[in-house]
């Protein structure tokens, strides 16, 4: 037998803490900081006699605060569409029916509320045809066993429509000559040149390497930034760069990508 302070860890307790070797051991996965405590095992001899053996586990603090995270805050998205907001846990395989939805201190049940739905095992949540009335800060929370955590996600809905649209992607240069992204900008509203930056991504296509906004070096931002021009470019130079527009509670973004080539003929093979 073994009890958690003086609770009993009836088989199978959870997925992450086990007994094993007929049950002399006790392996406890995913340690968290709830696991912290003192712990029993009680022998039963064959005379009737009862024995106990006491063990402390100590959790140091700093890994509480990662058990539960939001994918992506805020999430932005535009009127009458929808969003999806998610959460991930660094403990693995729990069930489903161990995370719930909070909005405004009610519990979100899509059964009743055709307007939300549950994906990826209950951590992802999608709020359909959103409304100015949606924005706000959702709560994930997640009970397994005496873990009790709770991650907010924001919700913004954009106010501007705001399009972005690379002319000249993917574009063909060599080694020693001016690359020219021309990316065309549309919105109900003028976009100021604040409202734009340029990033140079990382080998994934995805992370952002570098903010290349304000200009500088070799890299210049021309017409109100809506250029982005690459001087005596280089082999390096290769890749994916981004450009972002902020205006109005909107946030769009666009990738174009510069292919540096080897031969003096830059066609469009």
Known sequence: MWLHENEELLPPSSRRIKPQNSRRNLTISNVVKADEGNYKCGLTLDDGSYHWADFTL????????NILVAV?????????SSATLAVKTSIKNVPPTSFTWIRNNAYINPANDPKYSFVNYRKGLVVRDVQESDAGTYTAQMMYGKIHVRADVELRINTADVEVRPENSPLKTVVGQTAHFLVTIDSVQSVPWKSIEWYRLG??????ERKLTPPSGRF????????????AVQKSDEGFYEVEVKHKGSVVSAKVELKVLESKWVNSQ
């Open 220 to 231: 210049k931002t021309p017409d109100n930034r809506r250029k982005l021009v690459i001087q």
């Open 58 to 65: 100590t959790v140091e603090d700093g890994d509480s605060k």
């Open 72 to 80: 992506q805050t805020p999430v932005s998205t535009m009127h009458s």
């Open 203 to 208: 080998e994934d296509g995805k992370s952002r």
